[in-house]
């Protein structure tokens, strides 16, 4: 892809779209990984002033997108096959724990929090399969979708904070391999081809919760993980 990934921003200059459009053109090879980077030079092709890039680098390099190559130099992060791979099994083992903590240490509140998450979704998903069905508009469909997505990230949000460790959470924030934007952009370009895949992922969703309303902590950890390891090597491969 041309370098028009990084063509001016044609709204109000903002740490997150600034963010976005970097993480965009990461994934898409307008920057390619090992070059170096400077704030001045990014902030000049997005159209913006330093701060923003400074703000949104500064989260890239905790997600480990972009790496520190001397006290004010920073490159895009050159990840091996082999290493991506070790960031999703550590992702998938740690989310794995937690909802084996969830099942173990969620209160009743909780519980019917995610209750009211999945239910809310699943309300949602019903006029997604209408909209299909009637021929709805396109524009309304994908809306419709990224809400689901939000949804469920939020369920998986939900989930971890029910198992009641600060510092997994902190752990597992930053092991992951995809940020939630990267992963709703991907999963949005992904569904409409594995449409089957995606809704069979979507009720494990259900098993899940079924698993931590049971107080069952190893099917929680197995569904858990089964659940992470299938999503994170559908988005690794694209």
Same mark, same amino acid.
């Not at 809306?143 to 939000?150: E, H, I, S, Y």
């Given at each position: 892809?041309?370098?028009?990934?990084?063509? *001016?921003?044609?709204?109000?200059?903002?740490?997150?779209?600034?963010?976005?459009?970097?993480?965009?053109?990461?994934?898409?090879?307008?920057?390619? *990984?090992?070059?170096?980077?400077?704030? /001045?030079?990014?902030?000049?092709?997005?159209?913006?002033?330093?701060? *923003?890039?400074?703000?949104?680098? /500064?989260?890239?390099?905790?997600?480990?997108?972009?790496?520190?190559?001397?006290? /004010?130099?920073? /490159?895009?992060?050159?990840?091996?096959?082999?290493?991506?791979? !070790?960031?999703?099994?550590?992702?998938?083992?740690?989310?794995?724990?937690?909802?084996?903590?969830?099942?173990?240490?969620?209160?009743?509140?909780?519980?019917?929090?995610?209750?009211?998450?999945?239910?809310?979704?699943?309300?949602?998903?019903?006029?997604?399969?209408?909209?299909?069905?009637?021929?709805?508009?396109?524009?309304?469909?994908?809306?419709?979708?990224?809400?689901?997505?939000?949804?469920?990230?939020?369920?998986?949000?939900?989930? %971890?904070?029910?198992?009641?460790?600060?510092?997994?959470?902190?752990?597992?924030?930053?092991?992951?391999?995809?940020?939630? !934007?990267?992963?709703?952009?991907?999963?949005?370009?992904?569904? *409409?081809?594995?449409?089957?895949?995606?809704?069979?992922?979507?009720?494990?969703?259900?098993?899940?919760?079924?698993?931590?309303?049971?107080?069952?902590?190893?099917?929680? %950890?197995?569904?858990?993980?089964?659940?992470?390891?299938?999503?994170?090597?559908?988005?690794?491969?694209?």
């Amino acid at each position: 892809m041309s370098t028009d990934a990084l063509g *001016p921003m044609e709204t109000m200059s903002l740490a997150d779209q600034a963010y976005r459009r970097l993480r965009d053109a990461i994934r898409e090879g307008a920057l390619r *990984p090992g070059e170096k980077i400077t704030e /001045r030079d990014l902030a000049a092709r997005l159209g913006v002033s330093p701060t *923003p890039v400074r703000e949104a680098l /500064r989260q890239l390099v905790h997600e480990k997108v972009v790496e520190r190559a001397g006290p /004010r130099a920073l /490159r895009i992060a050159d990840h091996s096959s082999s290493a991506r791979s !070790e960031i999703v099994e550590a992702e998938v083992r740690l989310s794995a724990l937690m909802a084996r903590l969830a099942a173990r240490n969620a209160t009743a509140e909780q519980l019917t929090s995610l209750v009211s998450i999945l239910a809310e979704t699943d309300r949602i998903v019903a006029g997604i399969e209408e909209a299909v069905a009637g021929q709805g508009s396109d524009a309304d469909v994908a809306d419709q979708l990224a809400d689901v997505l939000r949804k469920l990230r939020l369920f998986h949000h939900q989930v %971890e904070a029910c198992a009641g460790n600060s510092v997994l959470e902190g752990l597992l924030s930053q092991a992951r391999a995809f940020s939630d !934007e990267e992963r709703l952009d991907l999963t949005m370009k992904l569904v *409409p081809e594995r449409a089957e895949e995606f809704r069979a992922r979507y009720r494990e969703h259900r098993q899940l919760l079924d698993a931590l309303l049971e107080r069952d902590e190893e099917r929680a %950890e197995e569904l858990a993980a089964q659940h992470h390891h299938a999503a994170l090597i559908q988005l690794s491969r694209g």
